[in-house]
């Protein structure tokens, strides 16, 4: 069965540090998008991904975040220069379409630890 | 605000035994809900979307039921298995109906006891 997966399963950077988290959607999705999870808190929505550009992001989303497809397969997502606050589960997601009802599948998720 | 709100917040059941989860929520306008099962350190996976038309739908022992005019939705477990154990979130979409108008609930952690 198709998956979403992500890469790397856990990261651990330190403050200020640039991270690129990867991710490799289900291969005929067109709709891609990051959320996060900070522990023991809701999965919060970050940005979403059609056509080669963004089509929505969140607050959160902000100058130190950035999407990019460098090729076919990949989606990453990068945050320029971490902080303590950016420690928590991100998880990836793909849509065959961004119509009502598609279902949306999540990858496994990156554990993010910034110290 | 959109608001998405679970009930309990934890639950123990013996295996074997039936549940029932609550979600209540004040998104508008509103798309369709979903209920998604979270395994520790893993992603959602979907179980049910229904839009405000559907009143139940069931995925094998899961049955979700919406009620679009009180804005609250229930999932309920039949015959529970140890498997069961995990995080059960609740998310509401909004009218553009994608995954980027998702709001989610905390969930409820679900432990099943042998």
């Known amino acids: 069965e198709p998956e979403v997966t992500q890469t790397p399963s856990h990261q651990v950077t330190q403050m200020g540090q640039e991270v690129i988290l990867r991710c490799v959607p289900i291969?005929?999705?067109?709709?891609f998008y990051w959320y996060r999870q900070i522990l023991g808190q809701k999965v919060e929505f970050l940005v979403s991904?059609?056509?080669?550009?963004?089509?929505?992001k969140s607050e959160i989303f902000d100058d130190q975040f950035s999407v990019e497809r460098p090729d076919g397969s990949n989606f990453t997502l990068k945050i320029r220069s971490t902080k303590l606050e950016d420690s928590a589960m991100y998880f990836c997601?793909?849509?065959?379409?961004?119509?009502?009802?598609?279902?949306?599948?999540f990858g496994q998720g990156t554990r993010l630890t910034v110290v | 605000k959109n608001q998405v709100e679970q009930s309990p917040q934890s639950l123990i059941i013996l295996e074997g035994k039936n549940c029932t989860l609550q979600?209540?929520?004040?998104?508008?306008?509103?798309?369709?809900l979903r209920w998604y099962k979270q395994d520790t350190g893993r992603g959602p996976v979907s179980l049910t979307i229904m839009t405000f038309s559907e009143n139940t739908k069931s995925n094998g022992r899961y049955t979700a039921t919406l009620d679009a005019d009180t804005k609250q939705s229930s999932l309920h477990i039949t015959a529970s298995q140890l498997s069961d154990s995990a995080s059960y979130i609740c998310v509401v979409s909004d009218s553009g109906g994608g995954a980027d108008g998702l709001t989610f609930g905390k969930g409820t952690h679900l432990i099943i006891q042998p």
């Open positions: 291969s005929n999705h067109l709709y």
């Open positions: 991904f059609y056509n080669n550009e963004i089509s929505e």
């Open positions: 979600c209540n929520y004040t998104v508008s306008p509103f798309s369709n």
């Open positions: 997601a793909s849509s065959g379409s961004g119509h009502q009802n598609t279902e949306a599948f």
